[in-house]
């Protein structure tokens, strides 16, 4: 299948020598973090926020191994994080990166945002409840990678 990367540079791969017994991964390959990152930004290039929430809703399933890559991988943690970012970056503002301004929301009295855009919310929801992914990227980090290619 062509859509299945190999590749040692893009891919973590779960093999344990020691062990005889053969299982199956659940994913033929886990994508890096770095690979993760190109996607988000393919997808937030094209304005695909349906790709970018069903590319978000399969990291928050499948973050247990996902983690597994992330720990393996000098600075995975890092490029995961800015993984994230480029996540809220682009729901935020598809194609428009030098326009940000702080998302709309209302404060609960508990103190957690409430978005009026569905996708923010559901993007949200999702990285908050996911230890791999959250908390939701800061006004600061989001600043921060836009002006990190300037």
Same mark, same amino acid.
């Given at each position: 299948d062509p859509r299945i990367v190999y590749s040692v540079e893009t891919t973590c791969d779960?093999?344990?020598g020691a062990d005889s017994q053969v299982t199956v991964p659940p994913m033929p390959s886990v994508p890096t973090p770095a690979v993760l990152h190109a996607f988000v930004r393919a997808l937030g290039t094209a304005e695909d926020n349906d790709g970018l929430l069903s590319l978000l809703r399969w990291m928050g399933q499948n973050?247990?191994?996902l983690n597994e890559c992330?720990?393996?991988l000098l600075g995975g943690r890092r490029m995961m994080r800015r993984t994230v970012v480029a996540i809220? =970056? +682009?729901l935020e503002r598809p194609g428009k990166e030098n326009s940000l301004g702080p998302s709309e929301f209302?404060? %609960?009295i508990d103190g957690e945002p =409430? +978005?009026?855009?569905p996708n923010l919310q559901e993007a949200y929801d999702i990285i908050e409840a996911?230890?791999? %992914?959250?908390p939701w990227p800061s006004d600061r980090e989001v600043w921060e990678y836009i002006h990190w290619e300037e």
């Open positions: 779960h093999k344990d973050a247990p191994t992330v720990e393996e809220r =970056v +682009f209302k404060v %609960l =409430v +978005f009026a855009d996911t230890p791999l %992914l959250g």
